[in-house]
């Protein structure tokens, strides 16, 4: 048995200083919304991505739009045993 824990963390990606306006703008517009946008738009740059240490926190299911945040497993590719999804 295994028990999956959904989280949250923060992750950090530098931006060239010469493209720093353009991605502000970009932010502040809603274009880019989360990091995945910054390698997804054709804007040719090289960034340098991490995930900072010590941020991860444990998520509740109303957080998550009452969705489980924690699923327990009988094995690998299975069926839940259990979670902890609001039913409503």
Not at 34 to 50: G, Q
């Given at each position: 048995?295994?028990?999956?824990?959904?989280?949250?963390?923060?992750?950090r990606?530098e931006?060239?200083?010469?493209?720093?306006?353009?991605v502000?703008t970009?932010?502040?517009?809603?274009e880019?919304?989360?990091?995945?946008?910054?390698?997804?738009?054709?804007?040719?740059?090289?960034?340098?991505?991490?995930?900072?240490?010590?941020?991860s926190?444990?998520?509740?299911?109303?957080?998550?739009?009452?969705?489980?945040?924690i699923?327990?497993f009988?094995?690998?590719g299975?069926?839940?045993?259990?979670?902890?999804?609001?039913?409503?």
């Amino acid at each position: 048995m295994y028990i999956d824990f959904k989280i949250t963390t923060w992750e950090r990606v530098e931006i060239p200083p010469e493209r720093e306006k353009e991605v502000l703008t970009k932010l502040k517009s809603g274009e880019i919304e989360c990091s995945n946008d910054l390698w997804s738009m054709d804007m040719n740059m090289d960034l340098t991505y991490e995930t900072l240490d010590d941020t991860s926190v444990q998520m509740t299911p109303k957080e998550n739009l009452s969705s489980p945040t924690i699923e327990v497993f009988k094995e690998r590719g299975s069926d839940p045993l259990w979670d902890n999804w609001i039913k409503k």
